[in-house]
């Protein structure tokens, strides 16, 4: 605690969202996550239900960029929280009831490279830490563009042949899975997601993402 203190003062932490010296993301700020709100896509909704816990947009948005593309570590585990919470609206009864086993969507490896590692693999990592349930890195990304700016058939063009089922990673038996991401956007990565577990006979119950454009 002491030594907390002391980098504190040496090194300020400043909110990702609105950039006032605190915690990584101050108690105002964190109100701008809720409960999962169900998402309409198109590719997307005839496969699985999919919820986001906030818009993508305003601080939400400030602190998710800050995690992603700016290397803000210190804010996982707040959002690795707030998904947590997340589930266990989502899956009632928590891990007790039946085993969940979070999926995160991957990424490619050069943007892991520049994001400091598989940024969702972390936060659903802190989620499952915190809620009792499993991670499972069954699906893995070869190749192909940044999705930033593209359509949805470029974007499901840019996966096609590229997102593939990881065996090694298969969930345990049972499990009532859940593929997480970051931002659903036209629902084209969620959707290849969701096919690639169920061609290999992996059922999904759900799709969570921290933000979903409107």
């Given at each position: ?9 040496l090194?300020?932490t ?9 915690a ?11 409960s999962?709100?169900?998402v309409?896509?198109?590719p997307?909704?005839?496969?699985a ?26 804010v996982?585990?707040?959002?690795g ?13 928590g ?15 050069a ?26 890195p ?14 949805r ?39 290849a ?22």
């Amino acid at each position: 605690m002491v030594l907390r203190l002391l980098l504190n003062l040496l090194l300020p932490t400043f909110c990702a969202g609105c950039e006032n010296r605190g915690a990584a993301v101050c108690a105002g700020c964190s109100t701008a996550w809720g409960s999962p709100t169900e998402v309409f896509r198109a590719p997307l909704a005839a496969l699985a239900p999919a919820y986001a816990l906030a818009r993508y947009a305003g601080v939400a948005k400030r602190t998710l960029i800050a995690y992603k593309e700016r290397r803000r570590r210190d804010v996982a585990p707040f959002l690795g929280r707030m998904l947590a919470a997340g589930l266990m609206t989502l899956l009632p009864g928590g891990p007790r009831a039946s085993p969940w086993c979070l999926v995160p969507a991957p990424s490619r490896r050069a943007a892991s490279r520049v994001r400091g590692g598989p940024h969702v693999l972390r936060i659903a990592s802190e989620a499952a830490r915190l809620t009792g349930g499993y991670v499972a890195p069954a699906l893995a990304l070869t190749g192909g563009r940044d999705a930033v700016g593209l359509s949805r058939a470029e974007r499901t063009a840019n996966l096609e042949g590229r997102l593939r089922f990881a065996a090694a990673g298969r969930p345990p038996p049972g499990a009532r899975v859940v593929v997480v991401d970051d931002v659903i956007t036209t629902g084209a990565t969620s959707a290849a997601c969701v096919t690639a577990l169920k061609n290999a006979g992996v059922p999904v119950v759900a799709v969570l993402a921290l933000l979903a454009t409107v």
